[in-house]
């Protein structure tokens, strides 16, 4: 089992868990297939949301997120931001651990407050009591240990790493140096994908144009919100409509400067399908970015001879003041100078 809501932890439900066990603890609960599309493309927008906060940021499949906090000036900022950014993102309060490695600070989290922090500064200490159906095992090997009596990881953490080795090959050696604290598993660090997409299928094709232009106009913002929170623009726009007999029509270019904000790529995503003429209703609509770069690339040109908007100048500067904070932006009078 990937996820499991919050209603089914109070039964002993726990992500990782077998489903027939599962339906057994809580058979009341519904359960349903993952659709891998859907997560990978949740994985992807919450490890851009928080991609910025710490030098190393992993989101897993089950809808766990970790952050590396050694070297961030400011920890605590980033632990707050990190809560502002998961509740606008799900859309519920996260759960959070702050503790020395990603196997403790789980745990933490797992067992914290929805919108608190449950901080660790022993981890050996703070997993002793803990069940050791914990550790990243299958069912056999939990089965296993508790036949020999380690139902505990404070159990698991007083055996013998080759003792336990010989019990369950190079995973039991694993279990041990997890359940005494000493965290051997680094984080895979998450890098922004080069391109990004949106789209729209229709229940019935649509013909109308304001229809259209309507749901292209969301789905530009909802780029726009993505690019924000990477930091990026887009290079190159590509609209696909599709019909459906499954064929299509396709425009796109590639631009000068990257675009980033929702009336920039409305700009021109919209003045394609104003003239556009398709030769059949459409059934899905497709708005790509191809390639996208830093969009601190285009900051300088934002000032150069007044041919950055003035939505462009507000986007650049909402970008600077969520990340370092309301005060490094700073209205000053204007002063000329002779000369």
Partial sequence: MVAASEETLPFGVVPGMALRQAEHLCPQSTFVLPDEEAVVRIRELLSAALYDLAPVVEVRDEGIAWLDLDGVVRPGESIREMRRRLLKAIGREPRLGLAPGPFSARLAAARARPGRLMRVEDAREFLAPLPSRELPLD?????????????????????????LESQLGRDGRHAVLLARGLEPDLLEAWRP??????????????????????????????????????GAGAKHVRVRLLFESAEGETRESIVRHPL?????????????????????????????????????????????????SSEEVVAALERLQERFGDDVVQKQPFAGVPA
């Fill in 139 to 163: 069912s056999e090997q939990i089965e296993r240990l508790d036949l020999l009596g380690l139902r505990t990881l404070g159990a698991v953490a007083a055996i013998g790493p080759r003792e």
């Fill in 193 to 230: 994908p080069l391109f990004t997409s949106a789209h729209r299928q229709f229940g019935e094709p649509v013909e109308d144009r304001e229809a259209l232009l309507f749901v292209a106009r969301a789905l530009c913002g909802d780029l726009a919100d993505e690019l924000g929170l990477r």
């Fill in 260 to 308: 980033s904000s929702a009336a920039e790529l409305f700009g021109l995503v919209g003045s394609w399908l104003k003239e556009w003429r398709p030769r059949a209703p459409i059934a899905e609509l497709w708005i790509d970015l191809p390639v996208l770069e830093g969009a601190g690339r285009r900051q300088l040109r934002l000032w150069a001879g007044g041919d950055g």
